[in-house]
């Protein structure tokens, strides 16, 4: 196989991974919320490499918020009025 050939498949396998994860995060985000928390635990078991452990840390969803009985997402109170 060609070395162009061989980047230009590269290039496009980046391109659809980065895309399909972008959709996931847009359709799905509660899958994608498991999935890195699923990832991020893997990562930061005792006895892994500290870098493993720092990138285990990146991975790892926020945290939420314990606030109220919706989770704490802050979209649902009262919104501010508007300044003119």
Do not use: N
């Amino acid at each position: 196989m060609d070395a162009g050939l061989l980047i230009q498949y590269l290039i496009i396998a980046v391109a659809v991974l980065v895309s399909a994860w972008v959709v996931l995060k847009k359709q799905f985000p509660g899958t994608v919320r498991k999935l890195r928390g699923v990832l991020a635990l893997a990562l930061l078991k005792p006895g892994r490499a500290a870098w493993l452990q720092a990138l285990g840390r990146k991975i790892a969803p926020p945290v939420t918020g314990g606030g109220g009985a919706c989770g704490g997402c802050d979209s649902c109170g009262p919104k501010p009025p508007k300044q003119h």
